[in-house]
Structures are given as structure tokens and as C-alpha cells.
């Protein structure tokens, strides 16, 4: 059974920095593309970052600079360093997984994490 677990959300305020995490379970990770997405209230779910098998990473261009994915495939994990942040940048954070190369389409994805909360406070 594949798990998603994240960590690491918060309140924090504008301009402060967090470290989102996620933990796989059940699957062979190094062969899974990761990504980052996230959905504030009323809004619909949005990219923000995903890296693949060969750390080949990209992120939304809301985040670039500011935020930086990573992946541990010794500890089947993926991060999510966010500096900088905005009030806008206020949602529920989602790690997901894919066996597709260099997709953003939250449809590719396959599995799925529960979420975390970010609060940016103005």
C-alpha cells in the first residue's frame, strides 16, 4: 500500500521560511517523479513544483526563487523549501507521485498525501 505522509506546515509570518516534507512508503521511489501542489480556499488545486528520476526539477513560475524541491531517494523523501513567503502562498500543500516523465498535470499523478497547512501571516 503506498503512503504519502507530509510535514512540516505551519503559520509563519510574511517574508519567513519553511521546509515541507514528505515520506513515501510502498513503492520503489527512486522511480517515481515527486511533486508539490497546493490549494488555497475556494481555489483549485495548483502546481508548484515536481522533480523527477534523474533530479530534473521544475518549478511554477509563482515560486521561482523562492521555493526549491529536493528529493532523498536514501530516505524515499521530496522537499519543499519555501522562503520568501507571501499571504498569497496560504494552502493546504499536497505531495503526489507519478511514474510520468516531466508532467505538471495533477491528473498524471497516481498517489497522493493528505496535506499540510501553510499560513502565511501579513
Known amino acids: 500500500q503506498v503512503q504519502l505522509v507530509e510535514s512540516g506546515g505551519g503559520l509563519v509570518q510574511a517574508g519567513g521560511s519553511l521546509r515541507l516534507a514528505c515520506a513515501a512508503s510502498?513503492?520503489?521511489?527512486?522511480?517515481?517523479?515527486m511533486g508539490w501542489f497546493r490549494q488555497a480556499p475556494g481555489k483549485e488545486r495548483q502546481f508548484v513544483a515536481a522533480i523527477f528520476r534523474t533530479a530534473v526539477n521544475t518549478h511554477a513560475d509563482s515560486v521561482k526563487g523562492r521555493f526549491t524541491i529536493s528529493r532523498d531517494n536514501a530516505k524515499n523523501s521530496v522537499y519543499l523549501q519555501m522562503n520568501s513567503l507571501k499571504p498569497e502562498d496560504t494552502a493546504v500543500y499536497y505531495c503526489?507521485?507519478?511514474?510520468?516523465?516531466?508532467?505538471?498535470?495533477?491528473?498524471?499523478?497516481?498517489?497522493w498525501g493528505q496535506g499540510t497547512q501553510v499560513t502565511v501571516s501579513s
Open positions: 503526489a507521485a507519478t511514474s510520468r516523465w516531466l508532467t505538471t498535470d495533477s491528473s498524471a499523478y497516481f498517489y
Open positions: 510502498g513503492l520503489t521511489f527512486s522511480n517515481y517523479g
